[in-house]
């Protein structure tokens, strides 16, 4: 069952979204709260898997060497989550996507050099099994990029159980610890999470 986000959920990402260096205490003075109250909520979304990681938003138009171009591939349906999982791989490739239409794969490539894109398209990727390269698209200038996620109240995160990996389906067991909260799908899965982790857990 998905954790649902509140609308004070809401308003701490978009705070951090707006300028993810910005601290508990100026968030908390944006929005109203205490720092101890946004410090919480954060640490329960991270544990929740919604937010990977922190990391600098680039401006690319900064940079006299930045390419980046768009490339559709046709690939067998059979081999097509395997060549998306080794794409991802390659530390060119910044974004992967499954599509549909005839073709059926979207990659953004991003290197210092055409010659250096090329090199991958035609070296590497065309050369993967079951891929067909049915076009590619050279970005002249970029008016907007932002992540493609919707945050506001009521949608969900879908909960993943720390101890065997698996979706969790139905209302989690949480685990309540001095550094955040822990989600596991069964209370077998509990008992092996503590069990595990023995003395290191702080309550």
Not at 174 to 183: A, C, M, P, S, V
């Amino acid at each position: 069952m998905p954790l649902k986000l509140d609308e004070l959920d809401v308003k701490i990402l978009k705070a951090l979204y707006e300028d993810g260096r910005k601290s508990y205490r100026e968030i908390a003075k944006i929005i109203g709260v205490s720092a101890p109250t946004v410090e919480a909520r954060l640490k329960r979304i991270m544990n929740a898997g919604l937010i990977a990681k922190i990391a600098p938003i680039f401006n690319i138009e900064k940079l006299d060497k930045a390419i980046n171009m768009l490339v559709l591939l046709k690939v067998e349906e059979s081999k097509l989550v395997n060549v998306a999982l080794e794409l991802a791989k390659l530390p060119e490739v910044k974004s992967v996507f499954i599509i549909t239409g005839e073709s059926n794969l979207l990659i953004r490539i991003a290197a210092s050099s055409q010659n250096k894109i090329q090199k991958l398209i035609y070296e590497k990727i065309a050369l993967m099994n079951g891929v067909v390269i049915t076009s590619t698209q050279l970005v002249i200038k970029n008016f907007k990029d932002e992540q493609g996620v919707v945050i506001e109240p009521e949608v969900g995160i879908r909960l993943t159980c720390d101890y065997c990996g698996k979706l969790i389906e139905g209302e989690p067991l949480i685990l309540k610890l001095q550094d955040g909260e822990r989600f596991l799908c069964c209370k077998t899965c509990l008992s092996a999470y503590k069990e595990k982790y023995g003395t290191r857990l702080k309550f």
